[in-house]
């Protein structure tokens, strides 16, 4: 008898972590399964692997879907279909989940439970859209879902990636010709203006200031930026609250805020309409949906919208008592709500929000990209006046 560390999936879309005694895997397996789990992998207590397994990318995934997709639609059985994807020459990690997922059918698992077992590739909405596309006999649909879901958080990323990249490689420029000439330039100029004498404007003195400490002092304050941002980093790993709070104030940023909100609730708008619209329930649904938005405030919200649904109240009343959601979701899950239809207005919302994002990012880029070559110039300008300003002064007083 064995101590085993396992993940687990629950009914509802939850990673279940636990610690429990069996001689063996499979022995391992049927105990989850009387608890209404699934397993997903497991390992003794004490074996840790070297290195944790990365995700497989969604570009590669959404080819697979759609392979997959269509074979099954045409009526090839899902070994089979799997053993075509996999000798046709697929990047070797994707073929090696698609071997353990064929690995897994051949024994007699569901697709939903291979997929289960293979975290890196599938997670808990694509497991859950497979499940449901089993049970309801629309196993292709299902995939085609899966696939479509991919696609949209491919282009939600794209948007976030948008976001970052132009300040990031503006702002790493800059702190790169800043400390060049704070390194090499100023202490030449300072050699220079030290032996005559001359008294230095004050903003050059700051500038050879500034100098002096990143040349004598640069070390350390590395230094102490890279331990305040390890420390940082543990506090939030360590502490879900104050993960929560940080989320909060990202969402209350002036001009980032509103799009960071935004990708958040296409991204949550359009799973839900997803998982909706394949059969699962509304409890279900939001369960999967909640742990797949990243945000952690609309998390605590949606969480909070889930258990006074479980109790009983209306979606679009228990969402609107959260004080988390704007109005425009409001309004489109009380339509839902009435027409029947709440997949169709929430992806109406997804949709809207998407394409309100890709507007925000592109006014942004246009307004960032001239603010922050100002800015660049500017400060650039200011290093340039400090250095040249005393030598011109120094050059009008030279007899003619």
């Known amino acids: 008898m064995s101590t085993w560390r396992y993940r687990a999936l629950a009914a509802d879309g939850r ?8 001689a063996d895997l499979g022995e391992l397996e049927r105990l989850l399964e009387a608890r209404a789990l699934l397993l997903i992998d497991a ?17 590669e995934l959404i080819p697979f879907c759609y392979h997959l997709e269509q074979l099954l639609a045409a009526g090839v059985p899902p070994f089979e279909s799997l053993a075509l994807l996999r000798d046709a020459g697929a990047e070797p990690r994707l073929q090696q989940v698609i071997g353990a997922l064929i ?17 890196e590739a599938f997670s808990a909405v694509a497991v859950s859209l497979l499940r449901a596309g089993e049970q309801a006999g629309r196993l292709p649909e299902a995939i085609r879902d899966i696939g479509a879901a991919l696609a949209q958080e491919e282009e939600l990323a794209s948007h976030a990636r948008r976001i970052a990249i132009y300040p990031a490689i503006v702002a790493t420029v800059l702190l790169a010709a800043v400390v060049v000439a704070l390194i090499h330039v100023v202490p030449e100029l300072e050699r220079l203006l030290r032996g005559t004498g001359q008294r230095l404007p004050l903003q050059t003195r700051i500038l050879v200031g500034l100098s002096a400490a990143v040349r004598d002092w640069g070390w350390a304050m590395l230094l102490v930026t890279l331990a305040g941002a390890a420390s940082s980093a543990h506090a939030l790993a360590r502490s879900e609250a104050l993960r929560t709070r940080v989320h909060a104030l990202l969402l209350q940023l002036p001009l980032v805020g509103g799009i960071l909100r935004k990708l958040a609730l296409a991204r949550f708008a359009a799973l839900f309409a997803t998982l909706y619209g394949a059969g699962i329930n509304v409890i279900d649904a939001l369960h999967t949906s909640t742990g797949a938005t990243a945000n952690l405030a609309l998390r605590a919200g949606l969480r909070e919208a889930t258990g006074a649904i479980e109790q009983g109240r209306p979606i679009s009343v228990a969402f609107e008592a959260t004080r988390v959601f704007p109005p425009l979701v409001i309004r489109m899950l009380r339509l839902g709500e009435h027409t029947g239809a709440l997949d169709d207005a929430l992806a109406k919302v997804a949709s809207l929000y998407r394409r309100d994002v890709a507007e925000g990012i592109a006014r942004l880029q246009a307004a960032a990209e001239p603010a922050l070559t100002i800015l660049m110039g500017g400060l650039l300008l200011w290093i340039a006046s400090a250095v040249l300003g005393p030598i011109y002064e120094l050059i009008t007083r030279l007899p003619v």
Not at 52 to 59: F, K, Y
């Open 43 to 59: 390992q003794p207590r004490g074996v840790r692997g070297l290195l944790p397994r990365r995700r497989i990318a969604r570009r």
């Open 103 to 119: 690995a897994d059918v051949e024994r007699g698992l569901p697709l939903s439970g291979a997929a289960a077992r293979q975290p």
């Open 15 to 22: 990673r279940v972590r636990g610690e429990l005694d069996a």
